[in-house]
């Protein structure tokens, strides 16, 4: 009857413990699924910014097609990365929506009336509070990322990670000089 009680108590905890480190490791993938969606609202929202800064833009400096064109592929593609699961492609599509937008305030800069514009004034203020989102949202998925790495790889969690159906992330990385907001002087 005694060793029945052991064997029983041993099955029991080994359950617990399947069960305890499967929820674990569920929950850290979640967690980094979270903040990646996160990172998608951020690119989104500045995504959402960007027609109507080349439309003010648009009215100024009219001859500059081929940078307002540059602006409008880069933002479809962060709206098309978006959509995925591929965090390269993320950091690739919004690298190059910063860059065109880098272009774009270049191009403001040789307009006085536009850079006293308060609409442009408005959305430039607004996608620098847009890009602070963007790296806090970047950091939070890091770290989100890290959690769940970690348990993939440690004793005794990385057992499990198969049964959880759980792997490895991807770190978002952005590009070098893509991490603050495009700088404008007014």
Do not use: C
């Not at 307002?68 to 993320?90: F, H, K, M, S, Y």
């Not at 774009?104 to 009336?113: F, K, Q, S």
Request: no cysteine; hydrophobic share 50%.
């Amino acid at each position: 009857m005694i060793p029945l009680l052991i064997v029983l108590a041993v099955v029991v905890l080994l359950v617990g413990f399947v069960v305890v480190g499967f929820n674990k490791l569920r929950t850290a993938d979640i967690a980094a699924q979270e903040a990646l969606g996160g990172i998608d609202v951020q690119l989104t929202r500045r995504a959402d910014l960007v027609p109507n800064l080349v439309e003010t833009v648009k009215g100024y400096a009219a001859h500059e097609s081929g940078v307002l064109e540059e602006v409008t592929r880069a933002r479809a593609g962060v709206a098309q990365a978006a959509g995925g699961n591929d965090v390269a492609a993320r950091a690739a599509a919004d690298a190059a929506l910063q860059q065109a937008l880098v272009r774009l305030n270049a191009v403001a800069e040789a307009y006085p009336d536009l850079k006293a514009d308060q609409t442009f004034l408005e959305l430039q203020r607004q996608l620098a509070q847009t890009e602070d989102q963007i790296a806090f949202s970047r950091q939070y998925y890091n770290d989100a990322t890290r959690t769940l790495n970690t348990l993939v790889a440690t004793i005794p969690w990385m057992f499990l990670s198969g049964v959880a159906g759980v792997g490895r992330r991807e770190f978002y990385d952005a590009p070098q000089g893509h991490d603050a907001p495009p700088q404008v002087s007014f």
